[in-house]
């Protein structure tokens, strides 16, 4: 086993981890799971070689797919999660006292058995709130029975089977599957990659022309390509950046205090978009 982990996203260009050994590898239906132990990031997730999340990095990207959604809805209390099968959605979701039912629906069991394994810390599986569903999200969402309050995609890369999770149609059935106040959050690629560019085009445009409010917003992950992370979030109803939103976010301390990233001037401040970025999606 080569001593490095290399994920290039642009010809040679990449990211390097330093690896002390691979824990778990297991090509499931869908795609190649693996898990190693790092140097730096503690266990590293990857799936078909890119990056999916390290214990020592993970809760930026789980916090911000999360709280954003949910401060954003006033009192959400049935959670879609498309995807997300290491659970650290589910597990910032459940943080919310609303919360009656969390649906996790995620194509590939191979996924939630990896981290089951190696990444102890990252899901609630045994919430009872959280009901675990190993089918296609795209189909779920398409002929969902009862409305939710916030979907959220934590899928992977729009290659393989998640490249659905970036066509206008999955967006439509996502808007029938909202109720009224519903929220929508999404991962969205690195604004630094081009060749995600036509992607993020196509999730943008969509969320654009289907609910009255979509925005972009940033994090910073220092294991994905280029460290720049973009997210979306469309609602039918409530603006992200509305005073509502944020002084329900202040108020809710006993959440707060056991984030590590996520806090009401993070979530103002993720909205604010640099000119290269704007203008990919405009
Ligand atoms: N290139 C990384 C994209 C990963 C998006 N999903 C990560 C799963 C974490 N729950």
């Known amino acids: 086993m080569p001593l490095q982990y290399n994920e290039y996203y642009n010809e040679q260009t990449g990211l390097t981890i330093g690896l002390k050994k691979l824990l778990f590898s297991k090509q499931s239906e869908y795609q190649l799971v693996e898990v190693y132990e790092t140097d730096t990031w503690g266990n590293l997730m990857t799936i078909d070689g890119m990056v ?4 020592r990095d993970e809760f930026v990207y789980h916090e911000m797919i999360s709280h954003v959604a949910m401060f954003t809805h006033p009192k959400p209390e049935r959670v879609l999660i498309i995807g997300g099968g290491d659970g650290g959605t589910a597990r910032e979701v459940l943080k919310h006292p609303s919360i009656q039912q969390v649906d996790m629906v995620e194509i590939d069991k191979t996924v939630v058995e990896a981290s089951k394994l190696h990444f102890p810390g990252v899901g609630d599986f045994n919430n009872p709130k959280l009901n675990v569903l190993y089918e296609d999200g795209i189909a779920y969402v398409k002929n969902m ?138």
């Open 145 to 282: 029975k009862k409305p939710y309050d916030v979907i959220i995609i934590d899928g992977s890369d729009p290659v393989g089977p998640a490249e659905g999770l970036f066509e206008k149609d999955f967006y439509q059935f996502c808007l029938k599957a909202l109720t009224p106040e519903g929220v929508l959050t999404a991962q969205t690629e690195s604004p630094w990659v081009e060749s995600y560019y036509p992607s993020m085009k196509k999730v943008f445009s969509a969320l654009d022309d289907l609910f009255p409010i979509s925005k972009m917003y940033l994090n910073y992950i220092p294991l994905y390509p280029a460290g720049m992370w973009s997210m979306a979030c469309a609602s039918r109803s409530e603006d992200p950046l509305g005073d509502g939103v944020l002084q329900r976010a202040e108020s809710a301390q006993n959440i707060l205090s056991a984030l590590s990233y996520y806090n009401p001037d993070v979530h103002r401040g993720a909205f604010a978009l640099p000119n290269f970025v704007k203008k990919i999606i405009q």
């Open 52 to 55: 999916m999340l390290s214990e």
